[in-house]
């Protein structure tokens, strides 16, 4: 099928023509770095890193991205076939990382799933994404993917689409949550606190957002079981430059009684499973170098 409709934005590009959609992107996957990467959660990162391969292009383009420098089509990147992507997982494997993982592939998901068919990593590979993807897309990495990563950026259509575009962000994220949850099932770690399987549900909080978050947290509290799923609250928010011109109030960083409130709030509503990552946690440290590292 020549028109992609892979993704909630459902544009119809013919990719497979080199006709760019949504998502900035051809048909192959693109990748700017293939790495250890040590700035996901412990139970993912490790003290060995976790073998992170960071796709061009996005689905999503959120205003306030810290990784905009790759999501457009001018990103520098190499094109990879299916099976150049299975040897890069291979190597990535062979260096002695925890796991691997596959950082905003949802508009590459078709070469992803062909790649991971009949792949024997002998680790768990990790969708790490921003959440807003089809149901039926998903369903292509039933049994290929361990572990679910995604984001729960919003719980309000207002703020989903003044901030990227995509009003109906709320419940198509919330149903794609709901879909790598009952492929994987509840979490299950390893001896070591490595995750094994499960889903990661992370929230960065919004500046000048407060109600946002808050059904964020709701969502997570009554949609899934005690000790279902991990959950992660960031409040390391760091503003891109520019980003304040346009949207004022996503000038400057979370305010630190801000991110105290709801994280009690967390813990008032019983999600007692997961991590915390405070207000001076921001910065662009953690931002890695987009060198083609493990690519050429």
Known sequence: MSACFDCPRRCGADRLAG???V?????LPRAVRAAAHFGEEPCISGERGS?????????????????RDISGAAAP??????????DVMLRLRDSGVHNINLVTGTHYVRAIAEALSGLELGMP???NSSGYESVES??????????????????????AQKYS???????????????????VGAYRMDGDGM???GVIIRHLILPGNIDNSIGCIDFVSQSFPQGGVLFSLMSQYTPMPGVGKRFPELAGPVEDEVAAMLYAYLLERGITDGYYQEPDASGDAMIPDWDLSGLI
């Open 77 to 86: 990147g190499v094109e990879l076939s299916v099976q150049g992507l299975r």
């Open 125 to 127: 590979v990790v969708w």
């Open 51 to 67: 073998g992170a391969i960071f796709f061009t292009g996005c689905n999503l383009g959120c205003v306030y991205c810290q990784n």
């Open 19 to 21: 006709e760019f959609g």
């Open 195 to 197: 995750l094994e399987s």
């Open 165 to 183: 575009r995509a009003a109906d962000y709320p419940e198509v994220a919330a149903a794609a949550i709901e879909e790598m949850y009952r492929q």
């Open 23 to 27: 998502c900035a992107s051809g048909a």
């Open 138 to 159: 998903l369903r292509l990495l039933e049994g290929l993917v361990q572990i679910y990563m995604p984001d729960y950026k919003y719980s309000l259509p207002g703020p």
